[in-house]
């Protein structure tokens, strides 16, 4: 006579293993707070001049670098930081912070692939209604590198730092 509860068993025990934060350890691997590393050089990488001459209403970004003016106060654009948030349930959280923008966007994101030899992975992140796919390359256990999902039509490849006391265990 079969069990009328087996059937119900398996989505149980997935459900289970979800729950209990036991999942994929190249998923967790990712999972935790990342913050833009300062020495990133984000003006650089964004192409002042270039940027700036093709969209003037362009709001310039720095890594709060501690340049200051000829008053010894920092220039506009100086006070800037990003904060990447991959938590282990697939919640996504950017944070960007600017002179001008205080923008937090949330959505989801899972592991797509892992490729171990290369040390990257792809991830589908979704915030609003844009689903976009990343490449993270990892440069040691807490540097990653990768086009931020908040800014992903730039295409630009930035370093962030997992920050102390965040790690995905």
């Known amino acids: 006579m ?3 509860f ?3 068993v398996l989505p149980l025990a997935v459900l289970l293993l979800a729950v209990s934060g036991c999942g994929n ?3 967790e691997r990712l999972a ?3 913050q833009l590393d300062p020495d990133a050089g984000l003006e650089s990488r964004l192409g002042t001049d270039r940027v700036a ?3 003037p209403d362009r709001i310039q ?3 709060g670098s501690n340049r200051v003016d000829a008053t010894g106060a920092e220039p506009p654009g100086t006070n800037c930081g990003m904060t990447l948030s991959f938590q282990p349930g697939g919640r996504l959280e950017t944070k960007t912070t600017t002179d001008a923008i205080d923008s937090l966007k949330t959505g989801t994101w899972q592991l797509v692939s892992f490729d171990s030899q290369q040390q ?3 991830i589908a992140c979704t915030l609003g209604q844009q689903t976009t796919e990343q490449t993270v390359q990892w440069i040691d256990a807490d540097t990653i590198k990768l086009t931020p999902p908040n800014m992903a039509g730039l295409s630009i490849k930035l370093v962030f730092r997992r920050q102390q006391g965040q790690t995905s265990r």
Do not use: I
């Open 2 to 4: 079969p069990n009328r």
């Open 120 to 122: 990257s992975a792809v």
């Open 53 to 55: 001459e093709n969209n």
């Open 6 to 8: 087996a059937p119900h």
């Open 25 to 27: 350890p190249d998923a």
């Open 32 to 34: 935790g707070v990342w």
């Open 61 to 63: 970004l720095s890594t």
